[in-house]
């Protein structure tokens, strides 16, 4: 038994961000042809844009503010006419603001947490899921957060942001369950990723002190939880928010 996603398209948006990046070079391990999307970042995404071809796989990158919905009715259409119909989306992108209180953050940053988090699965899901009825198949894959569940201090605007996607998720899952395409979150907890492997240990004690296994995750643990939804082996699991979080958040019934 293996994840074995070949033949299939991948999206990934924010591919080029430190846990995009490692979840598009996962897939691409398992089999899948990836779409990558990034808004700055062309030479990143042109690097990992070669990774993936030197798996023996095809990659295409698209750039555009992913908050926009004409920005994916256009990746739509660059991705088809490359790699054909998306059978994959992973909602990954999310615009990265300074936190504060409520009461001193700005409202602006509530407005972009809302657009990257709600908006960007709408107007993402607008653009591929006819597809995905059509064929009757299909994954839709979101990046969550720990913090959704935490309501700690000073996460406010990225709590209320990743807590509409979730209804969204939620809700979307039961309207195109018919077709058999699944619809999950994936909730990482504090990461480790490539920028802290190349800089100095931070001081993460008392955060480590909370999460049962007593450690942070990696970036692989969590694209790991992302391939895993995005197979056959995952065929019955939807409407779901996975922590990887080390068991620091526990959803109850």
């Known amino acids: 038994m293996q994840l074995d996603l070949s033949g299939k398209t991948a999206l990934v948006t924010g ?31 042109r690097e990992l844009q070669g990774e993936i071809e030197a798996l ?19 990746m739509r259409d660059e991705i088809q006419s490359v790699l054909g ?49 059509n064929i009757r198949a299909g994954r839709f894959i979101g990046i969550n ?6 309501n700690f201090a000073h996460q406010s605007a990225y709590t209320a942001g990743k807590r509409g996607m979730d209804g969204v998720y939620r809700v979307l899952a ?3 369950g018919e077709y058999q395409i699944t619809v999950n979150q994936v909730a990482p907890g504090w990461t480790i990723s490539e920028r802290d492997r190349s800089s100095e240990p931070g001081h993460d004690e008392a ?19 992302v391939a895993f939804l995005a197979s056959d082996l995952s065929s019955f699991i939807t409407g779901a928010y996975i922590p990887v979080s080390g068991g620091n958040v526990m959803p109850a019934i």
């Open 15 to 45: 591919a080029t961000g430190q846990l995009g990046r490692v979840i598009a070079r996962t897939l691409a391990a398992c089999g899948a042809n990836l779409a990558l999307h990034y808004i700055n970042n062309d030479t990143k995404a």
């Open 56 to 74: 023996g796989r095809q990659a295409v990158i698209v750039q555009g503010d992913i908050t926009k919905q004409d920005t994916a009715f256009r």
């Open 85 to 133: 119909g998306v059978d994959i989306v992973v909602a990954n992108a999310v615009i990265q603001y300074e936190w504060t209180t409520v009461l001193e953050q700005s409202p602006e940053d509530y407005l972009s947490q809302f657009e990257s988090c709600v908006m960007q699965s709408v107007y993402l899901a607008k653009a591929f899921i006819p597809h995905m009825q």
């Open 145 to 150: 957060t720990e913090c959704a569940m935490q």
């Open 174 to 176: 039961k309207e195109v």
């Open 207 to 225: 955060y480590t002190r909370t999460v049962p296994l007593k450690r942070r995750g990696e970036d692989q643990e969590i694209a790991n939880a």
